[in-house]
């Protein structure tokens, strides 16, 4: 059983366009995240849920909006699509109260945006 | 705001060799987490090993172990016997302990690591 989800893995898209990224975890954790990973490999936090709580929001443009329906279900939304919003992006999860804990990432999901 | 950095963007072992890949981070925090991701070509990314700053011993998981120098905010990753599968993107991570910023991983720019047959 896959831990963390996600859905499309795949997703070719035209600029202007809005589509959506969802992710479920089935390991019982209470904190969600995003994580963007662009065209150089470079990984950057965009968003943390605790709770369906937004916790953190890395000044990631308003085009973006994460929704958080209950505690396993963290997913995506993205408007009016960029050229520059190809990347690929990770949904994620932990146990929240310990900074050390475990946090398991979804298998990613690839944006291309022509 | 803290940073980490890895300045190998390439490095390559000969199967059953060791390597050690370098990773620094700056912050001003006494307390935090670090850790190793492994990204294979399927993306997923994978803990590989994870060191408490507040911990002395430096972290071993089977045949990964770390160098963890607080003082010099250092924190490179050993493989010993190398193996194929060990060919992969690996990411240095920090994390720190503050609750407002909990599960925020802060990572490095990524070594790519080549096993020689």
């Known amino acids: 059983d896959t831990a963390v989800s996600q859905t499309p893995k795949y997703l070719v898209t035209q600029m202007g366009n809005d589509k959506s990224i969802k992710c479920e975890q089935n390991l019982g954790h209470d904190t969600m995240y995003w994580y963007k990973q662009d065209s150089k490999k470079f990984l950057k936090i965009m968003f943390s849920?605790?709770?369906?709580?937004?916790?953190i929001n890395e000044t990631v443009p308003n085009r973006f909006s994460p929704k958080s329906p209950d505690k396993a279900h963290l997913n995506l939304h993205i408007n009016s699509l960029e050229l520059g919003d190809s990347a690929v992006y990770f949904c994620?999860?932990?146990?929240?109260?310990?900074?050390?804990?475990?946090?398991?990432f979804g298998e990613g999901s690839w944006l291309t945006v022509v | 705001a803290q940073t980490v950095t890895q300045s190998q963007p390439e490095m390559s072992v000969q199967e059953a060799e060791t390597v050690t890949l370098s990773c620094t981070y700056d912050?001003?925090?006494?307390?935090?987490?670090l850790f190793w991701y492994k990204q294979p070509p399927s993306r997923q990314m994978i803990l590989v090993i994870r060191q408490e700053a507040y911990k002395q011993q430096n972290a071993t998981e089977n045949r990964f172990s770390v160098n963890f120098q607080k003082a010099a905010k250092s924190f490179s990753l050993k493989i010993s016997d190398s193996q194929l599968g060990d060919a992969a993107m690996y990411f240095c991570a920090y994390s720190s302990t503050r609750s407002s910023n909990t599960g925020k991983l802060i990572f490095g720019q990524g070594t790519t690591l080549q096993v020689k047959p």
């Open positions: 849920y605790n709770n369906k709580e937004l916790i």
């Open positions: 994620a999860s932990s146990i929240a109260g310990r900074a050390g804990n475990t946090i398991y």
């Open positions: 912050t001003s925090e006494s307390d935090y987490y």
